[in-house]
């Protein structure tokens, strides 16, 4: 499905569907804060830590299907499917911008 996005969540849903945490990190500002399952990585390494672990223990596909877009707000929700008890899941991806880049980044149901 063709979603028009900001160009910072754009990056990051082309840097999650390629698995490359290093682009995916770039995506953020330095005092960026990632909130996901009950755990939170603040600041470009440590999301980029983030993502590397948990692509190494729970495969996963996320499958972007609807966006909404209120100024700096970005909510994409998102099918997300892999080898987890109860996928595939919809999930949603609640960003805010801060001029090219994430600030905050928060994935809940």
Do not use: Q
Request: proline share 6%; glycine share 8%; hydrophobic share 40%.
């Amino acid at each position: 499905m063709n979603i028009d996005l900001p160009r910072p969540v754009a990056a990051y849903l082309d840097a999650e569907k390629a698995k490359d945490a290093g682009a995916l990190a770039r995506c953020f500002g330095e005092g960026a804060v990632v909130r996901d399952e009950g755990r939170e990585h603040r600041g470009v390494a440590a999301i980029e830590a983030w993502h590397r672990e948990v692509n190494a223990t729970v495969p996963y596909v996320v499958e972007p299907l609807e966006a909404s877009v209120d100024g700096a707000a970005v909510v994409v929700r998102a099918r997300v499917s892999g080898e987890f008890p109860g996928s595939p899941t919809e999930l949603r991806h609640h960003f805010v911008l801060e001029g090219d880049r994430i600030s905050s980044l928060e994935v809940r149901p």
